[in-house]
């Protein structure tokens, strides 16, 4: 019996300790803040003869927390009001000295400046009445405040003073510190309930008679003329707030004191928000991920309160990468169905969702529904009854998602891992392979965003420094030497181009203004008369050439196919034409004008036409009959190199058997056979964006 | 007594503890460590199918030419050769059986016409027919390795404008979808039909026909390479080949020169066939 009991009790204890432990919430914390400019003006004597002024100025940002509180009492003990006592809680201050007085013999100029933080009051209190018929009523009614720093006791800057005399040229400087010293309200002179920073600490006195006696007595001593910027008014709570200002001159009004004010009592609660996952970037479509958000209330770590997150400025782009989808909803969300949160509700240009507990932090989970998804998210804690807005530690009341600090909606660490963070989003600067036209058609968000090739999306695969070409082959049998043209090739699927081949087809933010849309290759098998390929309807850029038709029909090929018995054969066999008519896919053109060829039956070479330059460039032809040697007789055209017709060439200067220097060759013929190219440099003639034909 | 105390205490410690753990933790989760929902999604399918349409005319059956290949394995060659990776290694090739009689039971040719929902399917054996198709049983993809077979539709399948053509294909687990054809309005011109006409033999392998609408060419346009071409074709196959060589000759000569305009293309193709023949014949001896 008795062991049950003390089973019961520990339990019980338990359960109270717990529900203390949890249960428990601080009290809101408060604070005052607010500015405060303490200003001193000084003028030249009358009679002087002296011109100019010197300015000194403080500006005080303040920062004030309430500490103690001395329950004040009449005669009778009753609890009549409270005295609140004000303390520095981390203020800041900017004091300036500047100016001169000017006269007949000489000057004298005033110059300084100082700041830090630092405590910017040596006695503040606050007095609230509790009672209609409080004693003090008539001398500090409810609300009355007085605050202030005496000379010397919180900050001081150095001022230099430096004397000119203009009569006999001499320069004297000397330093002297500037005093921070003012006071708010009267009622301070000869009352200081909580002491003073350097003075008594002892508590003033807690009798509401006493302090009455006290103020009335000194109100009678308050001087007409103070040395300081001291008030002369009783100064009570405006609508909450002290505010208020006064100014008064003295020395024959060669001093000008003036005092503004304006500070409010704000809860010192603080709440944070973390940026997100720096390396976290959105994806979309069957890939769709999400991220963690959490944001907390800072230093009082049991004040607990409603949670509210809002989605804005959210992404809308079509689809969900530059060529795959076609929705056209928001592109974040909060991920349905979280703990402790109510269902997300749509905004108009994203979506709020609110905590269903009162708690001290949260996490809220964001998804991503497109690769390039974008928006900002701000998080709120109410604590009873009041918003407060959650701060970065950048003080921003909001976070980019994904982590983007320039904000131009492409992942910070795509643009790092790049080295395009310099870069803006519309960028199209892709330098390699090295050509006369930089870019490839896509900005830089477009391949940030990228693109599906062949059912598969890859993170890092599209880089903003090379330039990116996307060919459906039809055919299938791939691209052989244009591999050696250094361009990223993407071999998409039909769908993943539309019926005008644009492949950027989802674009919407970012994409070049210089066009509209960027177009991949058709490569495609056509019959054609006495051709191995053909683009039609020019040579040009991908925009302009609407397909590369390789003819594989020919029944003589065929034949060729089937003598080498095996694929490589027939492949070898077009794999310069692909790699040519590709060529002229991306605006290259034929290393010479084949007018003169074709007056020949394309028998016959000749220097500078189509057999000219770099032999292993594919924008040549295979070998004719003969060429035109430099006697002007028509010899045997020579074997070429196996490397013959397998690459481009990156100069018009002919390599092999077109390498220039007249010579007679193995051969007993003159050599080179078609020397240098007329056009040539087939590499940096590629040319992807824009609309640009036959070479230009 | 005091042992029943003790458990009294550390089951209250355990509820205590349970409480706190679960607390901490849900903080602890709710960090900035993120891990994608999912990896990079492989694509199942490895091999694609591309449909290739020969129109027919003048009372042809029309043609479709179905190729086998792997994209991704063509993809993976780029990838190799522009970016430089994976040095030295290898791309596996990719080894499938091939379905037992799988160009005459696993392929479906689907027909759409315009402003009907449903498509109509057609199977080989009954009304399309099997012309030609690999004979292998083990298929060995590559990059650039294609199998292809061909089919005829014929004539009495009405292809109208417009109407989408496609393959759909079974290949183990996986259905295959080729491209979508469009059936075109058939030539208007006559020379482009009959060009169209002599490519529908070519792929038929019928030299006969070919030869014919090669004829026909010749004889309504004498002054164009076309008819001369497929002329050329014929005898150079049918072992003629002083006569295809004079028909290349002339095809040749009626070849447009180039222009600034349209295309550029220079007739390599034909230049290379009349240099086999005249190899053939000893002619690069006389010129040298």
Request: aromatic share 10%; net charge negative; hydrophobic share 35%.
């Amino acid at each position: 019996m008795k062991g049950k009991k003390t089973i019961v009790i520990v339990i019980l204890s338990m359960v109270f300790f717990i529900g203390n432990f949890f249960g428990k919430q601080e009290e809101i914390p408060f604070v005052w803040r607010g500015k405060i400019i303490v200003r001193q003006k000084k003028l030249p004597g009358p009679g002087l003869g002296a011109s100019g002024e010197v300015i000194t100025e403080w500006q005080l940002d303040v920062n004030w927390k309430e500490t103690r509180k001395n329950d004040i009492r009449d005669k009778r003990g009753r609890l009549v009001g409270q005295m609140v006592k004000l303390e520095d809680n981390g203020s800041s201050w900017i004091g300036t000295t500047s100016g001169k007085f000017v006269n007949r013999s000489g000057e004298t100029q005033y110059s300084g400046s100082g700041e830090g933080p630092g405590p910017v009051i040596s006695t503040g209190y606050i007095y609230y009445s509790l009672s209609d018929d409080d004693p003090l009523k008539s001398v500090l009614p409810h609300g009355s405040y007085s605050f202030g720093s005496a000379p010397g006791q919180t900050q001081t800057f150095e001022e230099t003073v430096t004397m000119i005399s203009y009569g006999a040229p001499t320069e004297h400087t000397m330093n002297l510190p500037a005093y921070l010293g003012y006071y708010v309200s009267k009622s301070h002179i000869f009352f200081l309930p909580f002491g003073h920073i350097g003075g008594p600490t002892l508590d003033g006195p807690t009798s509401a008679e006493s302090i009455k006696a006290t103020i009335e007595r000194s109100a009678s001593l308050i001087p007409q003329s103070l040395p300081i910027q001291w008030d002369r008014e009783t100064r009570v709570l405006d609508e909450g707030r002290m505010r208020g200002s006064f100014s008064h001159r003295w020395l024959n009004n060669t001093v000008v004191n003036e005092v503004e004010w304006d500070i409010s009592k704000v809860s010192d609660i603080q709440c944070a928000m973390e940026k997100p996952n720096k390396y976290w970037r959105p994806k979309g479509g069957e890939e769709k991920n999400s991220l963690d958000i959490m944001a907390k209330i800072e230093k009082y770590d049991s004040l607990k309160g409603k949670w509210r997150f809002t989605l804005f400025e959210v992404s809308r782009e079509k689809g969900y990468a530059m060529n795959k989808g076609e929705r056209t909803e928001l592109d974040l969300e909060f991920l349905e169905g979280q703990n402790d949160f109510t269902p997300p509700e749509k905004t108009e240009d994203g979506w709020v969702i609110e905590s269903t507990k009162a708690a001290s932090s949260m996490t809220v989970k964001v998804q991503s529904l497109d690769y390039g998804a974008w928006g900002k998210l701000k998080a709120e804690v109410n604590v009873e009854g009041h918003w407060y807005q959650c701060l970065t530690e950048y003080g921003q009341d909001y976070i980019t998602i994904p982590y983007d600090d320039d904000e131009d909606h492409i992942a910070d660490m795509w643009e790092e891992q790049f080295d395009v963070i310099s870069q803006s989003a519309e960028e199209d600067e892709d330098p390699e392979p090295e050509s006369k036209q930089d870019g490839d058609g896509f900005s830089n968000y477009e391949e940030y965003r990228g693109f599906f090739v062949n059912g598969i999306w890859r993170e890092w695969y599209f880089s903003p420094k090379r330039k990116d070409i996307f060919i459906y082959d039809e055919i299938g049998m791939g691209v052989s030497y244009f591999t050696e043209t250094g361009l990223m090739i993407h071999l998409i699927d039909k769908e993943e181009y539309d019926d005008d081949r644009i492949v950027n087809f989802n674009r919407g933010f970012a994409t070049l203004a210089s066009q509209d849309g960027q177009k991949g290759l058709y490569l495609c098998e056509e019959p054609l008369v006495g051709l191995g390929g053909q683009v039609w309807p020019c040579i040009g850029t991908p925009n302009v050439v609407d397909k590369v038709i390789i003819d594989t029909l020919d029944p003589f090929m065929k034949a060729v196919y089937a003598e080498k018995g095996a694929e490589g054969g027939f492949l070898k066999n077009y794999a310069s034409s692909i790699a040519h008519e590709l060529g002229h896919a991306v605006n290259m053109v034929h290393h010479g004008d084949e007018m003169w060829e074709a007056g020949n039956g394309y028998e016959i070479a000749r220097r500078g036409g189509l057999w000219s330059g770099d032999i292993c460039c594919v924008m040549r032809y295979s070998p004719p009959d003969r060429y035109l040697g430099s006697d002007n007789n028509i010899y045997p055209y020579p074997q070429e190199d196996p490397s013959s017709r397998t690459g481009y060439c990156s100069s018009s200067a002919g390599t092999g058997i077109n390498a220039p220097g007249e010579r007679i060759g193995p051969d007993g013929h003159p050599y080179p056979i078609a020397g240098n190219a007329e056009k040539g440099n087939c590499r940096y003639n590629i040319t992807l964006k824009g609309y640009n034909k036959w070479g230009n | 007594m005091k042992k029943r105390f003790l458990l009294a205490i550390v089951l209250v410690l355990v509820i205590i503890i349970g409480f706190w753990f679960l607390n901490t933790r849900k903080i602890s989760d709710s960090g900035l460590e993120q891990k994608t929902i999912s990896q990079e999604k492989q694509k199942e399918l490895l091999i694609d199918i591309s449909l290739k349409f020969i129109q027919g005319v003048n009372g042809q059956g029309s043609l479709l030419k179905i190729r086998l290949f792997s994209r991704k394995l063509l993809q993976q060659d780029i990838d190799k050769k522009v970016l430089n990776t994976d040095k030295g290694k290898q791309i596996e090739s990719l080894v499938v059986s091939c379905p037992e009689d799988f160009w005459n039971k696993s392929v479906t040719v689907m027909l759409s016409e315009k402003g009907k929902k449903k498509a109509e399917y057609h199977r080989p054996e009954t009304e399309v027919q099997l012309i030609r198709a690999p004979e292998e049983k083990i298929w060995t993809f590559t990059p650039g390795k294609i199998y292809e077979a061909l089919y005829e539709i014929p004539s009495s399948v009405i292809l109208s404008p417009g109407t989408h053509v496609w393959i759909a294909a079974t290949l183990g687990k996986e259905r295959l979808r080729s491209n979508d054809i469009i059936v075109p309005s058939p030539p208007t011109g006559e020379k482009e039909r009959l060009i169209q006409e002599a490519s529908v033999f070519i792929y038929l392998e019928n030299a006969e026909e070919v030869l014919r609408v090669a004829e026909k060419l010749i004889s309504s346009f004498p002054d164009d390479s076309s008819g001369y071409w497929f002329k050329g074709m014929v005898l150079e196959i049918t072992g003629n080949e002083e006569s295809a060589l004079a028909a290349y000759e002339q095809a040749l000569k009626n070849f447009p020169l180039p222009g600034k305009e349209g295309n550029v293309e220079p007739p390599l193709r034909l230049v290379e066939k009349m240099r086999k023949l005249r190899s053939l014949a000893g002619e690069y001896q006389r010129a040298e």
